[in-house]
Protein backbone atom coordinates (compact mmCIF):
# COMPACT_ATOMS: atom_id res chain seq x y z
CA UNK A 1 0.00 0.00 0.00
CA UNK A 2 1.49 3.40 -0.90
CA UNK A 3 0.24 6.45 0.10
CA UNK A 4 0.45 10.23 -1.27
CA UNK A 5 0.07 13.73 0.67
CA UNK A 6 0.41 16.67 -0.81
CA UNK A 7 1.12 20.17 1.10
CA UNK A 8 1.88 23.59 0.85
CA UNK A 9 -1.60 25.03 -1.42
CA UNK A 10 -3.23 28.11 -0.44
CA UNK A 11 -4.05 31.25 -1.88
CA UNK A 12 -1.88 33.83 -2.86
CA UNK A 13 -2.01 36.86 -4.63
CA UNK A 14 -0.73 37.37 -8.44
CA UNK A 15 2.71 37.45 -8.91
CA UNK A 16 3.24 35.87 -5.76
CA UNK A 17 4.82 32.22 -4.94
CA UNK A 18 3.87 28.93 -3.52
CA UNK A 19 5.98 25.51 -2.95
CA UNK A 20 4.06 22.16 -3.06
CA UNK A 21 5.49 19.17 -1.31
CA UNK A 22 4.23 15.82 -1.84
CA UNK A 23 5.81 12.64 0.43
CA UNK A 24 4.99 9.09 -0.45
CA UNK A 25 5.17 6.75 2.02
CA UNK A 26 4.04 3.22 2.45
CA UNK A 27 6.07 -0.15 1.03
CA UNK A 28 7.80 1.26 -1.43
CA UNK A 29 10.49 -0.46 -3.50
CA UNK A 30 11.24 2.17 -5.74
CA UNK A 31 9.38 5.30 -6.94
CA UNK A 32 10.22 6.02 -10.57
CA UNK A 33 9.03 9.60 -12.47
CA UNK A 34 6.98 11.67 -9.97
CA UNK A 35 4.73 14.76 -11.01
CA UNK A 36 2.46 16.99 -10.65
CA UNK A 37 -1.02 17.76 -12.45
CA UNK A 38 -3.89 20.31 -11.87
CA UNK A 39 -7.67 20.23 -12.69
CA UNK A 40 -9.56 23.79 -12.49
CA UNK A 41 -13.17 24.03 -11.91
CA UNK A 42 -14.85 22.30 -15.33
CA UNK A 43 -11.89 21.44 -17.19
CA UNK A 44 -9.64 18.08 -17.36
CA UNK A 45 -7.09 17.33 -15.74
CA UNK A 46 -3.65 18.51 -17.23
CA UNK A 47 0.49 18.10 -16.76
CA UNK A 48 1.93 20.54 -14.82
CA UNK A 49 5.36 18.92 -14.53
CA UNK A 50 7.44 15.48 -14.03
CA UNK A 51 10.81 14.56 -13.23
CA UNK A 52 12.11 10.90 -13.34
CA UNK A 53 14.24 9.32 -11.00
CA UNK A 54 17.10 10.79 -12.70
CA UNK A 55 16.21 13.90 -12.23
CA UNK A 56 14.75 14.99 -16.11
CA UNK A 57 12.45 17.01 -16.20
CA UNK A 58 9.67 18.19 -18.38
CA UNK A 59 7.06 20.85 -18.05
CA UNK A 60 3.48 22.23 -19.70
CA UNK A 61 4.12 25.30 -21.97
CA UNK A 62 2.00 27.32 -19.65
CA UNK A 63 4.35 27.14 -16.32
CA UNK A 64 7.95 26.78 -18.14
CA UNK A 65 10.34 29.84 -16.73
CA UNK A 66 7.99 29.99 -13.60
CA UNK A 67 7.83 26.65 -11.67
CA UNK A 68 10.23 24.09 -10.83
CA UNK A 69 9.86 20.74 -10.12
CA UNK A 70 12.16 18.98 -8.12
CA UNK A 71 12.65 15.85 -5.79
CA UNK A 72 14.55 14.42 -2.94
CA UNK A 73 15.11 10.41 -3.51
CA UNK A 74 15.91 9.80 -0.05
CA UNK A 75 12.65 11.50 1.18
CA UNK A 76 10.53 9.96 -1.36
CA UNK A 77 9.15 13.86 -1.74
CA UNK A 78 8.76 15.69 -4.56
CA UNK A 79 8.37 19.59 -5.07
CA UNK A 80 6.59 22.05 -6.78
CA UNK A 81 8.16 25.86 -6.83
CA UNK A 82 5.14 27.77 -8.23
CA UNK A 83 6.62 31.41 -8.60
CA UNK A 84 4.64 34.84 -10.51
CA UNK A 85 1.55 33.00 -9.88
CA UNK A 86 -1.06 33.91 -12.50
CA UNK A 87 -4.99 33.78 -11.61
CA UNK A 88 -5.31 30.96 -14.05
CA UNK A 89 -3.27 29.00 -12.28
CA UNK A 90 -5.77 27.98 -9.90
CA UNK A 91 -7.03 24.57 -9.43
CA UNK A 92 -6.47 21.67 -7.52
CA UNK A 93 -3.36 20.02 -7.85
CA UNK A 94 -2.58 16.88 -7.39
CA UNK A 95 0.45 14.28 -6.96
CA UNK A 96 1.19 11.56 -9.00
CA UNK A 97 3.77 8.80 -9.13
CA UNK A 98 4.83 5.88 -10.19
CA UNK A 99 5.55 3.20 -7.94
CA UNK A 100 7.13 -0.09 -7.74
CA UNK A 101 6.29 -2.28 -4.75
CA UNK A 102 8.27 -5.22 -3.85
CA UNK A 103 7.85 -8.41 -5.77
CA UNK A 104 4.75 -6.42 -7.96
CA UNK A 105 5.26 -4.50 -10.97
CA UNK A 106 5.22 -0.85 -10.65
CA UNK A 107 1.60 1.13 -10.06
CA UNK A 108 -0.07 4.58 -10.58
CA UNK A 109 -0.94 6.34 -7.86
CA UNK A 110 -2.44 10.30 -6.81
CA UNK A 111 -2.65 12.28 -3.97
CA UNK A 112 -5.77 13.63 -2.89
CA UNK A 113 -4.83 17.07 -4.22
CA UNK A 114 -4.20 20.71 -2.87
CA UNK A 115 -6.38 23.95 -3.48
CA UNK A 116 -4.45 26.17 -5.34
CA UNK A 117 -6.04 29.61 -5.47
CA UNK A 118 -4.63 33.17 -7.16
CA UNK A 119 -6.64 36.47 -6.83
CA UNK A 120 -6.16 38.77 -9.12
Known amino acids: QVQLVESGGGLVQAGGSLRLSCVAS????????MGWYRQAPGKQRELVAV???????NYADSVKGRFTISRDNAKNTVYLQMNSLKPEDTAAYYC??????????????WGQGTQVTVSS
Open 96 to 109: NADVRVRFSPSHDY
Open 51 to 57: ITSGGDT
Open 26 to 33: GTIFKINA
